[in-house]
Nanobody, 121 residues
Framework: QVQLVESGGGLVQAGGSLRLSCVAS????????MGWYRQAPGKQRELVAR???????NYADSVSGRFTISRDNGKNTVYLQMNSLKPEDTAIYYC???????????????WGQGTQVTVSS
């Protein structure tokens, strides 16, 4: 079984910063791509940023230049540094990872439980 556990969410004023972390644990042989999604009230879940095992990244236009995704492959951990936060960044942030496990020849996608980020104006 694989678990993803996020941390680092909270309440911050506009212009502030937060750093999210997500640790994958369990029967993991390796991780493929890892990323962050978010879902605001009444909206669909959307991609925020994604990073593949080789280090290539992609970002939503709305966060490009303000957010930075990184990963520690040895720790199966992905981070999201969020700077210059805006009220519209308020959402539940979910970690997602495609993970290789002993019982499958292809990677499977897993989700974390989510962490709330609230940006006050």
């Amino acid at each position: 079984q694989v678990q993803l556990v996020e941390s680092g969410g909270g309440l911050v004023q506009a212009g502030g910063s937060l750093r999210l972390s997500c640790v994958a644990s369990g029967s993991i042989l390796g991780t493929n791509d890892m990323g962050w999604y978010r879902q605001a009230p009444g909206k669909q879940r959307e991609l925020v940023a994604r990073i593949i095992s080789g280090g290539s990244t992609n970002y939503a236009d709305s966060v490009s230049g303000r957010f930075t995704i990184s990963r520690d492959n040895g720790k199966n951990t992905v981070y999201l540094q969020m700077n210059s936060l805006k009220p519209e960044d308020t959402a539940i942030y979910y970690c997602n990872a495609r993970v290789y496990t002993p019982d499958s020849s292809f990677p499977r996608a897993y989700w974390g439980q989510g962490t709330q980020v609230t940006v006050s104006s």
